[in-house]
């Protein structure tokens, strides 16, 4: 990440700074403690990462600003990229990410903050954590490093590597293991009880052929009741038809005899139709007559609506122009009007302004007044500015003692409640008990269920493969019975041959084989009847199979459930053996607090300060009450202030009254005149004009309305007339409908007449043939008692097949069960091993082991040049114990130099910095290549107080050394000298308007 552009805006100590890094290459930025230096790459950090210092977000903002903004655009990977991040007080932030394109830059933004952030991750393949331990040597932590213990350095590269990854690997590892452990204990335990129950298998396989033989009697008479049940149902099922059909031609009649009723009711209807028409055509000479008048009327309607065409715009016209006279006299007179009451205001302003002037005495008395007041205020103030923070500090004490005693208070509390639910908690001991053994028994039986289950499916899938070959021999007796077909056709021909060798037949050998093929065709008819039966049969066992199926798979959903609570009471049965040491322990809390609370031993350092802050406030002479009365009595003052400027402001208002008085009343006099000559305005002229063009029309509206009377009068005979017409049109076509009707009506009396005679030959078929429900209730009550029998003797035959099913079934699972109790040992020692190679003695100890070559070798190139060669440093990773043969694993850090190898802390402060400063410097470079990324930007935030002049030279010659293998490298520092060592420096300092910034070099 190289920096080309910063932009920040009220950010930390910056209100508005725009720093370009172009062209800059090694600089230092430098300018006393606190102007705000590492505010410029804090700025960064927080752009790029949204991290920072602060401990609350809305803190990076300037104070007294609202929102806060950077614009940062950096150079990576041969790609330049902005980033745009803001602030704004008590709602929130706001993240752009943009890509430079050819015209401009490229939005690279995804929805929301979470979703951009990780696409600047992906962008430049480094986080937070790795820029602040590589890119940013931050200030304050060069030593860090060095200063841990030897066993604790491990753990420091451990966490800079972040090879914690491999610290929950070893966690879930571990539970792995244990959850192997757990389930090789309870395979344990499934197998030892399978074994037990197979031991019952030779007594229900006795009991099972017994019930077999037992069965298959009862089929036969199963079989015979059958056949007469058939008979039986075959004469009932003759009888329903007839009443069937019985029901059907009475269902007939009724609608026959309404359809005869219909037509009649249509006859009788067009009947009386026929009449009116007659009645309507005898009146045809007056209706004419009355048509004739009609017609006269209309004429003369129409010559007045042509006149009032004409008379009504000139009439609108007129009111129009009535209008417009009557509100331009109106907006005259209402301005004169005006124009006299703003002279009136005039007056009245005038003699309110000569008021205000002549109360100036009074008001320059109360302004001496009013000096003196604010004099004693500003001594009250000063006293108040010593005494304020007293008086705050107080409260803060009061403050926090009252929240010790209220977090005693609360604890207190918080015990007693603990200890009332713990002790309710042991009053449900023998309830979880006896819920805990009933959830046990409940999930015995729904194993049994489950069992008995897998039962059901392997016989149902017997079923199956039972049905696919009794249709495949189906198929194939089928396709024989089609060639037995064929041969015996053959053989029926006159003079037929022999089917196989193509010979003539005598009549002795053509009869023998003709037989022969009959007797076979009907062999295999016989055995499609039997296969054809079995078919059906295995299908109702299907079907019952099917059904049980989803009974049991309702009742095993409640397994899992079941599971997890025994699961949650074990658990509390858990809790509750633990809560007599925990009750114990809150007692002996509780009665320690109750004791501190009275004897008020808590917070005493805080009440101690608060009696001497007491003591200090009596000593000095302030009361907050002459300080309200002073305050108060410069407010009521102030008002001869506001009176004072009200004296100016009233002599400049009277001047401009008086000027606006005299236009008034030329205004006044304008408004006159124009209503005494209003008489003469055009729009009286057009007016008479078109008052002069309704008299010529000479139209009378009294007159149209009458005419319109007697039009709508006369209007019936236009009805009347069309009402002949179409009368005279239709009296043809009725006489035919008629006639339709009369046929109609002969035809459906007719069909009725047949239906009655069906219905009285039907119900003779039916006193012949008398019910045969009473013998069939007989029989099928009989069929039924020996049905339920049998399907008793099915019952128990279906649960003695289960037990002998489920005996195989457990035989299975024994053996499943055993190779899943193998497995879960290898998955145990597997994890086992796992948890030890992700351990910190596994693959972090082999990393780290292979990092330290490197770092060595890299501190050690930087170390020479900061040092002209003279230290060099060895990392030592095991040094021998007490024992000879046992080695101990550490990280010792070996110093040499020309008189020998040191300790660390023998060494000056600039020699230690310098080998600080390597080391530092080398783990930077190794974190940003294990990132996978170039590091192209360093900056150096750490003190360089402890160096001389000679060391500082050293310090810059190193960095100037490195500087090639940088794109840009920033160090921060407030010592003169070493400032003066770079050619490119940026000043900061702070003002009242914010932190600056002047580059020079």
């Not at 046990?440 to 079923?463: A, F, M, N, P, W």
């Not at 299907?542 to 199926?549: A, C, G, W």
């Not at 009696?611 to 002459?626: C, K, V």
């Not at 205004?667 to 063009?693: K, R, T």
Request: hydrophobic share 35%.
């Amino acid at each position: 990440m190289i920096p080309k552009r910063l932009t920040i805006r009220n950010f930390l100590s910056y209100r508005d700074l725009t720093l370009d890094f172009s062209g800059l290459h090694v600089a230092c930025i430098c300018g006393p403690n606190g102007a705000g230096k590492s505010s410029l790459l804090e700025a960064i950090a927080w752009a790029v990462w949204g991290q920072s210092r602060v401990a609350a977000e809305d803190d990076i903002v300037y104070q007294g600003q609202v929102e806060a903004t950077v614009d940062f655009v950096f150079t990576h990977s041969a790609q330049t990229y902005r980033v745009l991040r803001s602030r704004r007080r008590n709602q929130g932030s706001t993240l752009e990410f943009q890509v430079e394109a050819g015209d401009g830059f490229r939005v690279l933004t995804q929805r929301g903050m979470r979703a951009t952030q990780q696409q600047i991750l992906q962008h430049l393949k480094i986080d937070y954590d790795t820029f602040v331990n590589s890119a940013y040597l931050r200030q304050g932590r060069a030593d860090e490093f060095m200063l841990k213990r030897p066993r604790d350095r491990k753990q420091v590269l451990a966490d800079l590597l972040k090879l914690d990854h491999y610290d929950r690997l070893g966690e879930q590892a571990r539970e792995q293991a244990r959850d192997a452990r757990a389930q090789v204990q309870l395979l344990e335990t499934a197998v030892a009880g399978l074994t037990a129950q197979l031991q019952q298998r030779t007594a229900i396989a006795v009991a099972h052929t017994a019930l077999e033989a037992e069965l298959a009697a009862a089929e036969t008479t199963a079989q015979d009741q059958q056949q007469q049940l058939s008979q039986l149902r075959h004469q009932q099922q003759q009888r329903q038809g007839w009443q069937q059909q019985l029901a059907l031609e009475q269902q007939q009649l009724g609608p026959l005899e309404a359809s005869v009723q219909r037509v009649s009711d249509d006859r009788v209807q067009i009947q009386q139709q026929m009449l009116q028409m007659q009645h309507l055509l005898d009146q045809a000479e007056a209706i004419g007559t009355g048509y004739q008048q009609f017609q006269q009327l209309q004429a003369e309607a129409a010559q007045q609506g042509l006149k009032f065409q004409t008379y009504q715009p000139a009439q609108a016209e007129r009111s129009r122009l009535q209008q417009q006279t009557a509100a331009v006299l109106s907006q005259l007179q209402a301005d004169g009007q005006a124009a006299r009451q703003r002279l009136a205001d005039l007056d009245a302003a005038e003699q309110e302004q000569q008021q205000i002037l002549s109360q100036r005495q009074t008001i320059q008395e109360h302004l001496s007044q009013l000096q003196a007041a604010r004099t004693r205020l500003r001594d009250l103030d000063q006293r108040q500015l010593r005494v304020a923070p007293l008086r705050q500090r107080q409260r803060q004490l009061q403050a926090q003692i009252e929240r010790a005693e209220a977090s005693l208070s609360a604890r207190l509390e918080a015990i007693q409640q603990a200890q009332q639910r713990l002790q309710a908690q042991q009053t449900q001991q023998p309830e979880l008990i006896q819920a805990a053994v009933e959830v046990t028994h409940r999930i015995d039986y729904l194993e049994q269920r489950r069992s008995y289950q897998e039962d059901v499916r392997q016989k149902g899938s017997e079923r199956r493969g039972f049905m696919e070959r009794l249709q495949a021999d189906q198929r194939n007796y089928e396709a024989q019975m089609a060639q037995l077909d064929q041969k015996i056709q053959l053989l029926s021909a006159p003079e037929a041959c022999c089917p196989l060798c193509d010979q003539p037949l005598d009549p002795p050998r053509w009869d023998r084989l003709l037989l022969r093929h009959r007797q076979e065709r009907s062999e295999i008819q016989d055995r499609l009847w039997v296969i054809r039966e079995q078919l059906t049969t295995s299908e109702r066992e299907i079907q019952v199979l099917r059904r049980e199926y989803r009974e049991l798979e309702t009742e095993l959903a409640k397994y899992a459930p079941v599971l997890q609570q025994r699961g949650q009471l074990q658990a509390r049965l858990d809790t509750v053996s633990d809560l007599q040491s925990r009750l114990h322990e809150l007692t002996t809390e509780r009665q320690q607090l109750t004791q501190c609370l009275a004897d008020n031993r808590y917070a005493e350092d805080l009440q101690a300060e608060l009696g001497q802050l007491e003591q200090q406030l009596e000593q000095l002479p302030y009361d907050d009450r002459d300080h309200a009365l002073a305050r108060s009595q410069v407010d009521r003052l102030r008002w001869a202030e506001v009176k004072q400027a009200s004296l100016q402001q009233a002599e400049r208002r009277l001047a401009q009254l008086q000027a606006q008085r005299t236009a008034l009343e030329q205004q006044l006099a304008q408004i006159q005149a124009q209503l005494d000559g209003f008489a003469s305005h055009p729009l009286q002229q057009q007016l008479a004009a078109v008052e002069a063009q309704i008299a010529a029309l000479d139209y009378d509206l009294e007159q149209h309305q009458q005419l319109r009377l007697a039009l709508d009068q006369a209007r019936v005979w236009q009805a009347s007339h069309q009402a002949l017409a179409q009368a005279q049109q239709q009296q043809p076509g009725l006489h035919q409908r008629l006639d339709e009707l009369d046929r109609r009506l002969g035809q459906r009396q007719q069909a009725q007449a047949d239906v009655t005679a069906r219905v009285a030959q039907l119900q003779q078929q039916l006193d012949a043939n008398p019910d045969p429900q009473t013998a069939l209730t007989q029989l099928e009550a009989q069929r039924q008692t020996d049905q339920a029998k049998r399907e008793q003797q099915l019952a128990q035959l279906g649960r003695l097949q289960q037990q002998l099913a489920q005996f195989e079934q457990l035989q299975a699972q024994l053996d499943q069960q055993q190779q899943t109790l193998q497995q879960a040992r290898r998955q145990q020692q597997v994890y086992q091993s796992l948890a030890d190679a992700f351990g910190p003695n596994g693959i972090q100890a082999l990393m780290i082991e292979n990092l330290l070559p490197q770092l060595e070798a890299v501190a050690n190139q930087i170390l020479g040049r900061l040092s002209a060669h003279q230290l060099h440093v060895q990392f030592v990773t095991q040094r021998a114990g007490r024992s000879r043969h046992k080695l101990i694993d550490t990280l010792d850090i070996l110093i040499a130099d020309p008189q020998g190898t040191r300790a660390y802390e023998t060494y000056s402060g600039g020699e230690a910095f310098r080998v600080n400063f390597a080391i530092r410097l080398a783990l930077a470079r190794l974190l940003a290549q294990r990132s996978g990324t170039a590091l192209q930007m360093l900056i150096i935030d750490e003190g360089f107080g402890t160096q001389d002049q000679a060391g500082c030279d050293r310090l810059v010659a190193a960095i100037n050394a490195i500087a090639s293998d940088f794109a840009c490298i920033l160090t921060i520092t407030h010592m003169p000298h070493f400032r003066e060592a770079f050619q490119t420096r940026i000043d900061v300092c702070k003002t009242a308007t914010g932190s600056q910034i002047e580059i020079s070099g």
